[in-house]
T-cell receptor
Framework: DQQVKQNSPSLSVQEGRISILNCDYT??????FLWYKKYPAEGPTFLIS?????DKNEDGRFTVFLNKSAKHLSLHIVPSQPGDSAVYFC???????????FGAGTRLTVKP | NAGVMQNPRHLVRRRGQEARLRCSPM?????VYWYRQLPEEGLKFMVY????????ESGMPKERFSAEFPKEGPSILRIQQVVRGDSAAYFC??????????????FGEGSWLTVV
């Protein structure tokens, strides 16, 4: 039961341009969403989060947008840098529940 | 090092042997999660534990896999009679509390199991 979906397995962008990573979810009970970044042979590291009471959260070059009606969120990275090349996982959880579900990940490659 | 600690980082087992993966959560964290990442796949939830309790094991295979988080010591993910399909990266994560929205979970660096 894939409750969190990242339909693009990979994305390639040029350095300096915007990277947009997308995520869809099916469980309307989810109300907290996160993005994690993962380098090869390392554990995922927390990047940015957003709760369902907001539709946008910004942290430096990273912005997460949430569209509750569409059950869709996206991560924008601008400007993209080669060091951003990694696998990005979208995750979602429910109020009062620590169970967190992850998407399959999107491999971002930022070309110099 | 205050992070989530996993050991061993790499483990090789022959088919039929047992694998034990350990996870020490971040200091002050009482919630532990295990995830599995198969080659070329995403993170799959396996089990969520609090001290001495399994809260959600809906992602655990029905046979050969078990997890515990005792009152003292690390959380253990145990795989009995390993098969080649168990080869994967196993990630542990921890979080500080329950019952509140907005908890972020923090991952360890993973344990890579190879079954030969």
């Amino acid at each position: 039961d894939q409750q969190v979906k990242q339909n693009s397995p990979s994305l390639s962008v040029q350095e300096g341009r915007i990277s947009i990573l997308n995520c869809d979810y099916t469980n309307s009970m989810f109300d907290y969403f996160l993005w994690y970044k993962k380098y090869p042979a390392e554990g995922p590291t927390f990047l940015i989060s957003i709760s369902s009471i907001k539709d946008k959260n910004e942290d430096g070059r990273f912005t997460v947008f949430l569209n509750k009606s569409a059950k869709h969120l996206s991560l924008h990275i601008v400007p993209s840098q080669p060091g951003d090349s990694a696998v990005y996982f979208c995750a979602a959880s429910r109020l009062n529940n620590n169970d967190m579900r992850f998407g399959a990940g999107t491999r971002l490659t930022v070309k110099p | 090092n205050a992070g989530v600690m996993q050991n061993p980082r790499h483990l090789v087992r022959r088919r039929g042997q047992e694998a034990r993966l350990r996870c020490s959560p971040m200091k002050g964290h009482s919630h532990v999660y295990w995830y599995r990442q198969l080659p070329e796949e995403g993170l799959k939830f396996m089990v969520y534990l609090q001290k001495e309790n399994i809260i959600d094991e809906s992602g655990m295979p029905k046979e050969r896999f078990s997890a515990e988080f005792p009152k003292e010591g690390p959380s253990i993910l145990r795989i009995q009679q390993v098969v080649r399909g168990d080869s994967a990266a196993y990630f542990c994560a921890s979080s500080p509390s329950s019952g509140r929205a907005g908890n972020t979970i923090y991952f360890g660096e993973g344990s890579w199991l190879t079954v030969v």
